[in-house]
């Protein structure tokens, strides 16, 4: 009875959190088809005809299709900067392959705790001097910079939990550093890295601060970029702004979802040591 009555109520605790989570989307999803009137009357009924009207003037008014192009490239290189340079850092300060080891530990730590806010100003003079603004592949970078420590101490994680026989018997074989490192240790962590990607490219797709402050010009504007755009214009219009919620979400949902799976199998064995 204690086995089944303890059950039951996980079972009604999981379920509660998960409505409290997708009620909000389904109201975005529903009242992105209606229009005012509609949304006003009653938000919660469903749409009385799917017309397509909001999404198009979503798409034509926030600049989504550059957006789109724009997001990819921002978030693909922020992704892919924190995953090579995670990954090779996590591996040195796993294996402790550097005398200097606890003090970079402590200076990534350190790291983590200070206030991107704190460096916007110099990173944005900096870039201006260079003419680099304006630029998504520079503010991937910067973006991959921010996240880095994060990333390290994840990536790192992962390394701690590859037994050290392997690698000494790569090493016996006569595969060189970079060999052991691309052929026998990455695949192990993939699930790791998965973890970190999806992560890192969340976090690069829905940013705001560093992108709305290095990217000034209309065409190099994000999809986040684009759809806060309108809200000035169709801040009454609920029915548009509902559709450019869902654009702006959708494709990382979709993400999120195929990749799930691995996300928590990375997350839960990276929780092992640490």
Known sequence: MRKTLRSTVSHLVLAVFAITALVPLVLVLLNSFKDNSEILGNPFRLPQSLSAENFLTAWSYGRFGEGF??????????????????????????GQKVRTWPIIMVYLTMAMTVPIQLFIF???????SLGLTDNVFVVGVILAAINMPFATFLMRTFFLGIPAEIEEAALVDGLNTFQLVTRVLLPMVRPGLITVGVIIGLN?????????????ARDTKTLTLGFLTMNGTFSTDIGTMM?????????ILAVFVALQRYVVDGMASGAVKG
């Open 122 to 128: 110099p990173l944005y003079s900096v870039a201006a």
């Open 69 to 94: 192009l724009n997001s990819i490239l921002l978030t693909g290189t922020t992704v892919i900067v924190v995953l090579v340079c995670s990954s090779l850092a996590g591996y040195v300060l796993a």
């Open 204 to 216: 690069a797709w829905n940013e705001f601060l560093i992108s709305s402050t290095f990217l000034q």
């Open 243 to 251: 559709a450019g919620a869902l654009i702006l979400i959708v494709p």
